[in-house]
């Protein structure tokens, strides 16, 4: 560490990344939004005076980017907005490998780099989709982690930590105490197979903050990762709470105050888009709609959006004074600018 000291690094045993909620405590994460509730009645504030935060895009984004961006810009700090491959030089991230291919640049030097000119390394890279074993070790992030000298955030990887955050505001500010609610995570049916990371992030979430969990799919290939039903599983009994998987529909929405709706892909096609299709054509009625939410106890409904309509949820569930989707996207700018107070 002496070495780092006498170079003028940052000691980087007292960064905190904000990766995976899985690090935070309750209390941690409930102190972010605290004060995310107060920065959303006051929004103007100076706290990133002087701070910039360097924001990798490897894929697209309306909200993230979005909120991220005026979120910094009303604490008065600098966003710099960069999509390797595009308007940044292209990436490697295998250690020791010849470099005679696509990308200009090692992640070693671009983590170094950027940490030399920002306070910050935000990050959005989802899975390739290729060999699930590899993805679902999150190396393109932790590799930022590994070689930043400032904090790295998650704008989604193989998880969404701050979808977690704006998405437990929401149902904080509507329901109030979360403790003992039931909550429903469903599969719905999309053309793609799609990230499972709202979902893994869905699970995380609700089981930490006291809810009784289920997690409804059509069959066993729709399934999450083990580590999250795990955790879940876990969580749920530490806290006294049931977590349950179900394929029925009915027994998904019996009773539940909170149905949260996405699209995975699943993990048993992975990197098998074609063979998945065939199954997965199969489940289109998971869609959210009038008829299902009627067997909830008046259930909020909300989903991280970008959403399908009449493919994942119909335009009478999406238009319902139930649905907080629009509430749980607003929230991500005030989560982010907590976040990024706490943080730097
Ligand atoms: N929910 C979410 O992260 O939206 P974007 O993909 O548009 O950023």
Known sequence: MLG???LGYKDMDDIRHFISTYDWTKDDLQAIIDEAVKLKASPFQASLQ?????????????????????????????????????????IEFED????????????????QVLSEYCDCIAIRAFPKFVDWNIDRTDHVIKSFAKYASVPVINMETIE???????????????????????????????????????????????????????????SEDYLLDRRYLDYAQEACSKNNKSFEITHDINAGYDGANIVYAKSWGSLNFYGNPKDEFKVRKNFKHFIVDEEKMELTNNALFSHCLPLRRNVKATDEVMDSPNCVAIQ?????????KSLLTKIL
């Open 328 to 336: 749980e996207a607003a929230n991500r700018k005030h989560v982010q």
């Open 160 to 218: 969404h930590p701050c979808q977690e955050l704006a998405h437990l505001m929401t149902l904080q500010e509507t329901l109030g105490s979360l403790e003992g609610k039931d909550y429903l995570l469903t599969w719905t049916y999309h053309p793609k197979p799609l990230n499972t990371a709202v979902a893994n992030s869905s699970l995380l979430i609700a089981s930490k903050f006291g809810m009784n969990v289920k997690l409804l799919c059509p």
């Open 96 to 111: 020791g490998v010849i470099m005679d291919q696509d990308p200009e640049e090692y992640v070693k030097e671009v983590a």
């Open 50 to 90: 002087n701070k910039s935060v360097a924001m990798l895009f490897f894929n697209p984004s309306l909200r993230t980017r979005t909120s991220f961006e005026v979120g910094i810009s009303e604490l008065s700090g600098t966003a710099i907005i960069l999509q390797p491959g595009k308007d940044a030089w292209p």
């Open 4 to 6: 780092f000291l006498l």
